[in-house]
C-alpha cells in the first residue's frame, strides 16, 4: 500500500499535508508544525492533528520528521526521513513503518545579476511561462507545476498509468498548451505517447476530465528521455491541474 502526500508550508509556522492513499484509507488533511534552522539548512516538522478524512474508520500515521533544505539551478527541496505513530497511540504502543520524503519547489525563472560581481538567487516567476498561459487561457484552470525533470534528449516517451486504486480516472495530457493525449481512462497498463520538445523548457500538464471514485485525479506519469526513465507522482483536480516542467540537461 502506498500514500501520495502534499504537504503546504504557511509563513506562521504551520502547514498542511494532504494524504491519499492508493488502498482503502481514502484522504485525509493533517495539520502540522514546522520550524527552519537557516544555520544547518534543517527543517523540523510534526504532524498535531487531523483535520479532515474520508475513511473515518481508517487509523492514519501522525509523522515528524527532520528534512534537509538544497538549492539547484531548477528547484528547491527537501529531503530526510520522517517517523511516527498511529492516531490514538504513540511511537512505543503503535509505531508507523519509518519511511523518506521529498518536497520539491521548481523555480520557473532566474533572476538576471545586476552587477557582474554579484551573483543572485533563483527566484519563482510571480507569472506564469507562455506555455502555462496557453493552458490556463484555452482550459480556465489554474496549472501547478509539482516536480522538474532535465532530459538529455529532444524525443522523449510520455508514459502514464494508475499507480494506485483503479477507480475511473480519465484525464487528458497537455504539452505545452497543446493537447497530445485525449480523454484517456487510466489503468494500470501504461499508455504510450512519443512527443518531440520544441523548446528549452516544456511543461506537460495533467488535465482531469472526472475525479473517479476517489478524490484528487492521481496518477504516474514516466518521461523516459532514452538514457533514463523518471516517474512522478502528479494529481489534479477539476480547478488546478499538476504539471511537470521538463528542462533540457546543460552544463553550467
Partial sequence: MGFI???????????????????????????????????????????????????PSWRWCMKSGKLHFKKERHRLSLTGDWHGFIEGFDEKSGGCAPGKLYVEQPILAESEPTNPNETNDPIIAKHDPPQIKAYETKTKREADVER???????????????????DGDVLSLFLNGEQIVKNYRVTRQKHETIVKLDKPTNFIILHAINLGSISPNTVAVSVDDGFEEQVVIISSNLDKSGAIMIKEFTVK
Fill in 5 to 55: 502526500s502534499e504537504m503546504k508550508f504557511n509563513e506562521d509556522g504551520m502547514g498542511t499535508s494532504h494524504i491519499t492513499s492508493d488502498g482503502e484509507g481514502g484522504n485525509a488533511v493533517h495539520r502540522f508544525s514546522w520550524s527552519y534552522d537557516a544555520a544547518s539548512q534543517q527543517l523540523d516538522f510534526q504532524e498535531i492533528e487531523i483535520l479532515e478524512e474520508s475513511v
Fill in 148 to 166: 522538474v525533470l532535465e532530459v538529455r534528449s529532444k524525443t522523449i516517451r510520455i508514459r502514464v498509468w494508475d499507480n494506485g486504486t483503479v
